[in-house]
């Protein structure tokens, strides 16, 4: 049976289900739903230690008794056949004498709602904005204790699933034009990206714009300097403006000579605003 279906984390603290020994399948769908599906902190210790999407932190003992396995013998085997097979990956954290495991699921965003749309279309919103909402009131349900105040509105949560949409259309038209892929979306990147949306109407508004993007000589290192665009670029309010408006589009050279002059006059106002944008941020391009 092909497709795939959505299910709530509290499914394993269900009252009508009694504990007991967990399968490895059980304890592999018990990782996923443990999993972040945002960027998240945690304390270890005495510090606080990022959290990324797609991965959680756990100690061997937690997960034996959650599995209700004898030994933490076999967390340890199962979690290397895991490894072994490019389904996690793990790292220690923490003390010697008290150590956590942060896992990380490999290809996370594949077992998610936003990574399956072409098997569900018609109904894909619908269920991303129910699952979205359930998943935020678990993952920040510590949180929301210690501040109330930092849990976002509904609309906000109504763009999450369209904000991570986004990413993936980006590196996926980064992947193809070989521009540098997002690995962390900050806080200053979701606000610019979720501006964006707004200004194109929308994901598919979004992917017209990576569409154009990837068809521009100058974005593309089909230029003088063989400069490429970059997510922070494409973000910018007024780069992005200039890309919709076709400032940025290919120009034929079979064109009069003025449209060539006016290409590389556009051409060195992106590489001056490129270079100031580099220097306003400097290292911090994540």
């Not at 004498?97 to 965003?109: E, F, L, S």
């Not at 806080?187 to 508004?205: D, H, P, S, T, V």
């Given at each position: 049976m092909a497709g795939f279906i959505t299910i709530e984390r509290d499914l394993w603290d269900h009252p009508l289900f009694k504990r007991s020994e967990m399968t490895e399948r059980e304890a592999w769908m018990w990782?996923?739903?443990?999993s972040a599906w945002d960027d998240t902190r945690h304390r270890v210790g005495s510090e606080m230690i990022e959290v990324p999407r797609g991965s959680f932190v756990t100690t061997l003992r937690e997960m034996q008794s959650v599995f209700m396995w004898r030994s933490d013998k076999r967390v340890r085997t199962f979690l290397t056949v895991l490894e072994r097979e490019g389904m996690i990956g793990r790292t220690t954290v923490?003390?010697?004498n008290a150590p956590k495991t942060h896992v990380t699921i490999c290809n996370y965003d594949k077992y998610q709602i936003d990574g399956r749309?072409?098997?569900?279309?018609?109904?894909h919103r619908g269920r991303a904005e129910d699952a979205v909402k359930k998943e935020y009131n678990n993952t920040t349900r510590e949180e929301a204790k210690a501040s109330l105040s930092a849990q976002p509105t509904l609309p906000d949560l109504a763009h999450v699933d369209e904000?991570?949409?986004a990413v993936s259309a980006y590196n996926e038209a980064a992947e193809a034009v070989g521009w540098s892929k997002v690995q962390k979306l900050s806080r200053e990147r979701r606000g610019k990206l979720a501006a964006r949306l707004r200004e194109a109407g929308g994901i598919e508004g979004w992917r017209v714009a990576?569409?154009?993007a990837r068809a521009s000589p100058l974005c593309t290192g089909d230029n003088e300097r063989g400069w490429v665009a970059s997510f922070d670029f494409l973000i910018?309010?007024?780069?992005?403006?200039?890309l919709m408006e076709g400032?940025?589009?290919d120009r034929k050279s079979s064109r009069s000579q003025?449209?060539?002059?006016?290409?590389?006059d556009a051409f060195r106002d992106l590489i001056n605003d490129a270079a100031a944008m580099r220097r306003t941020s400097g290292a911090d391009w994540r």
């Amino acid at each position: 049976m092909a497709g795939f279906i959505t299910i709530e984390r509290d499914l394993w603290d269900h009252p009508l289900f009694k504990r007991s020994e967990m399968t490895e399948r059980e304890a592999w769908m018990w990782m996923l739903a443990q999993s972040a599906w945002d960027d998240t902190r945690h304390r270890v210790g005495s510090e606080m230690i990022e959290v990324p999407r797609g991965s959680f932190v756990t100690t061997l003992r937690e997960m034996q008794s959650v599995f209700m396995w004898r030994s933490d013998k076999r967390v340890r085997t199962f979690l290397t056949v895991l490894e072994r097979e490019g389904m996690i990956g793990r790292t220690t954290v923490g003390s010697a004498n008290a150590p956590k495991t942060h896992v990380t699921i490999c290809n996370y965003d594949k077992y998610q709602i936003d990574g399956r749309t072409k098997d569900a279309p018609g109904t894909h919103r619908g269920r991303a904005e129910d699952a979205v909402k359930k998943e935020y009131n678990n993952t920040t349900r510590e949180e929301a204790k210690a501040s109330l105040s930092a849990q976002p509105t509904l609309p906000d949560l109504a763009h999450v699933d369209e904000i991570s949409q986004a990413v993936s259309a980006y590196n996926e038209a980064a992947e193809a034009v070989g521009w540098s892929k997002v690995q962390k979306l900050s806080r200053e990147r979701r606000g610019k990206l979720a501006a964006r949306l707004r200004e194109a109407g929308g994901i598919e508004g979004w992917r017209v714009a990576m569409s154009k993007a990837r068809a521009s000589p100058l974005c593309t290192g089909d230029n003088e300097r063989g400069w490429v665009a970059s997510f922070d670029f494409l973000i910018s309010k007024e780069k992005f403006t200039r890309l919709m408006e076709g400032q940025y589009d290919d120009r034929k050279s079979s064109r009069s000579q003025p449209r060539a002059a006016a290409q590389s006059d556009a051409f060195r106002d992106l590489i001056n605003d490129a270079a100031a944008m580099r220097r306003t941020s400097g290292a911090d391009w994540r």
